[in-house]
């Protein structure tokens, strides 16, 4: 690949969250987040979320690598590595430590600003996310969470405040992250880390998802109105989970499945960028007979925040069929539908599937969509690593994902001349994985020392990937 293709101004970067790497949970003046309350799985074993902070568990996140304490060593690192960009989070909790306080709270505010430091001194751009899994957890002792509308206006605080405070620092802002992943209302985790929300007995949980989503959907078109005004050379993304479902044949039942199924994914980003309810979705309510609660102030609201670009995390495809003799699971979406695997594709350790021209496949399809530039701020290879008795790691099997998805990119731009800002990989450190709270689930090009118990001295170690990235993007 001749890394040529891509316009000076291209975003060579690396992605984590604040809650995966910072640590500190309880330092500078940080509240509780819904992060802090997830204890440790394992692969294949789901994470606990508890009832406030118990004596008795591991909760992994509360120490994560210490980049709260450590980030001008991981900068230094990034900055030899060769980044022009590091997507990160800032930690709502930090900023406003139960969420619905009228003052912030300096010590986080200045946390952050010596973090932006440090990046643009060594030429780093940050590239930032208001809400990457990380809100108070009061919001949800006290407000039930997302369904609850005073919390569009307690994020409005919160990113005003901060999108004032680093004006002159940070440029490129992401909203919620993959607000969309939380689409079906059926898997805890998700609507935990996008939501929060209190369900109550008799609660019907599909109908107060899509309410508490709509909720987002509104704020963040709200905080992208205020964030123009604030700088009007910011540029305001929104940030998504593509994860393209394939049909399984070309049986038109088929087809209809997978366009049903990514119905539920792109209402989310259509909303983002096209400032209107689909009337699928509306179609869809009716006939479900959700009372979704929204005036018409709020649909102008949104019609007046559509994001600059589409931000998007890409790891995977999958596939659904709606033929009996095909195993799979059942989905919501469409009568007698499943998801299945592809045979066409092998997977990861954790059964997730390899398909990096389905990268190709999804920048297109997106692009197509909405005309608006594209940012893939998320992409990597989450493996058992082994450390040799050099300190060396030898992880040829991420350079291999890597390279192939960078590749799809690459023909995606020449080829089919879809607008691309920059390619972020997921986990350019170590950090705690978000699905299962591993240590030993990693994605980074730099080895973090510490396991699944949270054992061990936290030194960094520069990976085989590390130096073919390095390679890669050099000027």
Known sequence: MDKNVFKDTFLWGGAVAAHQIEGGWDQGGKGV??????????????????????????????????????????????????????????????????????????????????????????????????SHFEMPYHLYEAYGGFKNKQLIDFFVRYAETVMTRYKDKVNYWMTFNEI????????????????????????????????????????????????????????????????????????????????????????????????????????????????????????????????????????????TTTQAEVDGYPIADFPAAKITSNPFVKASDWGWQIDPVGLRYTLNLVYERYNLPLFIVENGFGAYDKLEEDGTINDSYRIDYLSQHIEQMALAVTKDGVELMGYTPWGIIDIVSFGSGEMEKRYGLIHVDKDNQGQGTLTRRKKQSFYWYQQLIRK
Not at 304 to 313: E, L, N, Q, W
């Open 33 to 130: 987040s819904i992060a802090d309350v997830m204890t440790a799985g394992g692969n294949g074993i789901p994470r606990e979320i508890t009832k406030g902070v118990l004596p008795d568990n591991y909760y992994p996140n509360h120490e994560a690598i210490d980049f709260y304490h450590r980030y001008q060593e991981d900068v230094a690192l990034l900055a030899e590595l060769g980044i022009s960009c590091f997507r990160t989070s800032i930690a709502w909790s930090r900023i406003y430590p139960k969420g619905d306080e009228l003052e912030p709270n300096e010590e986080g505010l200045k946390f952050y600003d010596d973090l932006f430091d440090e990046l643009l001194a060594h030429g780093i751009e940050p590239v930032i996310t208001l």
């Open 180 to 319: 969309n992943n939380q689409a079906d209302g059926q898997h805890d985790l998700h609507v935990w880390t996008n939501s929060a929300i209190r369900f109550e007995p008799g609660d019907n949980h599909e109908e107060i998802v899509y309410q508490a989503g709509l909720n987002e959907l509104i704020a963040s078109a709200k905080v992208v109105a205020l964030g123009r005004r604030i700088n009007p050379d910011f540029q305001i993304g929104c940030m998504m989970a593509y994860v393209p479902v394939y049909p399984y044949s070309c049986k038109p039942e088929d087809m209809m499945a997978s366009i049903k199924v990514m119905d539920r994914r792109f209402f989310y980003s259509d909303v983002h960028a096209r400032g209107e309810l689909p009337n699928y979705m509306l179609t869809y309510w009716q006939d479900k007979q959700f009372q979704i609660d929204y005036t018409s102030e709020e649909l102008e609201a949104l019609k007046a925040g559509t994001v600059d670009y589409i931000g998007f995390s890409y790891y995977m495809s999958t596939v």
